[in-house]
């Protein structure tokens, strides 16, 4: 989920010189990662919306060009539709804030506490619960569809299982399962799926009548088909247990619809909601990494010289991103279908001092012998809670962190490896008698070291 920058004179002139620029920065993108077929864009502000499409819908021949009506995937952004339906539901006295998840969830699930502390809805909105990424037990038998078989079953069964290792709110630690378990929570509240729950609760009252869980005919029409890191189209994700996590899909349209209401651009019945949802909960300092204000799950950063309040997501094949500044009432929804993050061009466009990131040339793959590929086999230690396990099959090498599907790694160098599926790579260290005893993650700017305990 990356930052970054815009002439200050732009400012002067923000539709049509800022829209200009805009336009060139989604077709140069396009062009210099070409993995996907398609960028969408939107600013609101008090003049209203403006959208940005370049390329085609998929790439064969004859395809539809991208407009304001392609449906993309949008992923994470999905949580914080889940933060407004918890403001919702605690203006409807459905649920409060600090309530315990026990009080939610079967009896014969222990209570999950670290010391006399209980996980409670707050935590599980602002990602300081202690819950992991996602379940141990999280082992998709379909890698591009990895959350389309865990079932509710699943999730109750590891609750109950579960001991937490830290003191709850003390850090953050993004999480599907916590948020996704909200959704679980709110939507049996009010006894409805939750696809059911964000129509009548927030998309009716937006008019936002092209976003969905489930695909409408107008909706399949309108898809961008998303593209894997290697370009190649790719299926769609169902999240049927963790829908609250990322399961919406949505169109610039639509989303410019979301913008502007929670901008206060447009008055609805849920305006006050809205408004709640964008409350600070808690203030999280990460070693290495920019300060996270988090609360009903959008985050508030400074990736230049004002507070952004955003999210953003990723699938299978889509990357997507909205933020807002609301001190100039302007908001921003960037989404492509390959597998590239927009972030950075959301930033930019929102804060000039926010840098656009330099695209690296496609990294080249050398060949190691099976001998050389051996060394790395083992499992690698980053957290008490995360690790990855490398194995080789043939001149083939895999990492599989916890929790996640299993990819391939390609050889840099000796010691240097990269992933294509994602903005990965992987340093292994070694010890003085010359034998493989580490690795350092490489993502998104930090570096994670990792002990070998086997």
Request: aromatic fraction near 8%; glycine fraction near 10%; avoid cysteine.
């Amino acid at each position: 989920m990356k930052r970054f920058a815009l002439l200050t004179f732009l400012l002067l002139l923000p539709v049509f010189v800022f829209g200009q620029d805009i336009e060139t920065i989604l077709k140069t993108r396009l062009t210099e990662e070409p993995v996907g077929s398609a960028i969408s864009a939107v600013v609101v502000d008090e003049n209203g919306a403006t959208f940005y499409n370049v390329g085609t819908l998929s790439k064969d021949a004859g395809a539809r060009p991208a407009d304001e009506n392609s449906v993309y995937e949008i992923g994470s952004i999905t949580k914080v539709f889940t933060g407004i339906l918890l403001a919702e539901a605690i203006k409807r006295g459905e649920v409060k804030l600090d309530d315990p998840i026990s009080k939610f969830l079967p009896s014969s699930i222990a209570p999950l506490k670290y010391g006399d502390k209980e996980i409670t809805l707050k935590d599980l909105t602002t990602h300081g619960s202690g819950l992991p990424s996602l379940p141990d037990d999280f082992k998709p038998k379909d890698p591009l569809n990895p959350y389309a078989d865990y079932t509710v079953e699943q999730l109750y069964a590891f609750l109950g299982r579960y001991k937490l290792t830290r003191e709850i709110g003390s850090q953050f630690e993004y999480s599907n399962l916590a948020v996704g378990l909200l959704g679980h929570i709110l939507a049996k509240q009010a006894k409805v799926n939750y696809e059911e729950l964000v129509k009548k609760r927030i998309l009716e009252p937006l008019g936002m009548k092209d976003t969905a869980i489930t695909f409408s005919p107008s909706m399949k029409k309108h898809l961008a088909v998303g593209h894997d890191a290697s370009g190649k189209a790719t299926s769609n994700w169902d999240l049927p247990t963790f829908a609250g996590a990322g399961a919406l899909r949505s169109t610039a349209k639509d989303m410019a619809k979301f913008l502007a209401a929670n901008l206060g651009l447009k008055k609805t019945k849920i305006s006050d909601s809205l408004a709640k949802s964008h409350e600070l909960l808690r203030t999280f300092e990460r070693e290495n990494a920019p300060t996270f204000r988090v609360g009903y799950n959008w985050i508030t950063t400074k990736p230049g010289d004002i507070d952004i309040q955003w999210h953003n997501g990723g699938t299978g094949g889509y990357r997507t991103f909205a933020g807002l500044d609301h001190s100039k009432k302007r908001g921003v929804f960037v989404a492509t279908n390959g597998s590239e993050s927009a972030d950075d061009i959301g930033f930019h466009i929102l804060d000039p001092k926010a840098k656009l990131r330099v695209v690296e040339p496609p990294k080249k793959e050398v060949e190691l012998s099976e001998e050389q590929l051996e060394q790395y086999v083992g499992k690698y230690e980053l957290t008490p809670t995360f690790a990855i396990v490398i194995t080789r099959e043939g001149k083939h090498l895999y990492g599989e962190p916890t929790g996640q599907s299993r990819l391939e790694l390609f050889a840099e160098k000796e010691d240097e490896f990269f992933l294509k599926a994602v903005k990965v790579s992987l340093s292994f260290t070694r010890g003085e008698d010359g034998n493989v005893n580490g690795l350092v993650l490489h993502q998104g700017g930090a570096d994670t070291p990792g002990k070998r305990v086997q």
